[in-house]
């Protein structure tokens, strides 16, 4: 018989071994929040993911799209990080993950946090601060040990989602119409995979149509882009030409007919929410509104205190 404290050392073995993160599962429990403990994480966090991202732009979109993967399945607790344990699948071993990337960046950040304030800072925090480099400072939030490709089913938005399946999946997670159409707005950068939009183009009801909504130049210039069958590694500009740019021009697309999801489409069947797609044209709305959105996506079931570990 296995004790519970022998189980547990073999999932931590087991984490550490099949890790390709395994800074951050090793460590074991620890209690204190490094607020004070490790004062300059926030700063050299933020210088390395700046030296990063300046190296590859495309950087911080796979960043922002990581946390919020993270936080939709059980909370802001770099279970998105974490690998299959034995044969129990793990949040990466699910569709939506075939398209993240930037895990070894996360890695690299957390081993030289390490360098400077050992076992104090968590994943979920690297995560979040690597992901919004412009958030204030906040009580430590603790990595959760749980990681399940279950999890994330229902969690996470499918691109085919209609206005309503939004809605309800946000407002599981407490976030309101607003915080959708606001966090939505992160698709302003970074790109997709044609496969997770080109039945919009080719087969939209079934007969070989393209959706009727879609602008026709836009839909022509996708369909160059992404000849059908399509090679599984091409991608599109999300925004197209300012997808490097973090900028109110995803909704100026919107209103334009050229979003590039079902679901960011669905955004203008709501009268609220299409409502809120014009305003957030404005740049001063959308920036206020996203770090307000964003501060909230970062509190989904946080582990802070005793829960979860570093
Ligand atoms: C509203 C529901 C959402 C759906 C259905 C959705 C779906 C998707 C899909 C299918 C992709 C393309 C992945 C690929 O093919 O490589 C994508 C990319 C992206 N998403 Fe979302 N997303 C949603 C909300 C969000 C939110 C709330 C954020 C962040 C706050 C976000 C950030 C991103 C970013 C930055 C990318 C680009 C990633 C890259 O360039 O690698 N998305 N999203
Ligand atoms: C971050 O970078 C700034 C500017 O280069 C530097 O002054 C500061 O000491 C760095 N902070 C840390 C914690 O590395
Ligand atoms: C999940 O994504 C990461 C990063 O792309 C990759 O290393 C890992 O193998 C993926 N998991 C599966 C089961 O594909
Ligand atoms: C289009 O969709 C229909 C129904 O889902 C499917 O039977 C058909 O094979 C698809 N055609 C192509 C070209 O993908
Ligand atoms: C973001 O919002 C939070 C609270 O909602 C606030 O404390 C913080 O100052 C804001 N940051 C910026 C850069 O606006």
Redesign the pocket.
Known sequence: MTSAREMFCIVLVCLVMFGVMRECNANGLRKNFYGKSCPQAEQLVRNITWSKAKKNP?L??????M??HDC?VSGCDASVLLDMVGTTKSEKDTI?NL????FDVIGDIKTQVEQACPGIVSCADILALA?RDSVSFRPSLRDGRISLASDVTGN??????DFIT?RK??AKKGLNTGD?VV?????T?????????SNMLYNFTGKGDSDPSLNPTYAQSLKKQCPNPAKSST?VE?DPRS?LTFDTHYFTILNQHMGL?Q??AALRTDKKSATMVKQLQSTDDFFFE?NV??MK?GDIELLTGKHGEI
Do not use: Q, Y
Request: hydrophobic share 50%.
């Open positions: 495309s911080g979109a796979k960043l922002l799209r946390h919020f939709f939506p398209t993240l990337s930037g992901a996470i938005p499918s691109p085919f989602s939004l999946i946000f959708l966090l939505s707005g992160a698709h950068i970074g790109v997709a995979h044609c496969a997770t939009f991608t999300m997808s999801f679901s960011d996203f959105s964003m996506m």
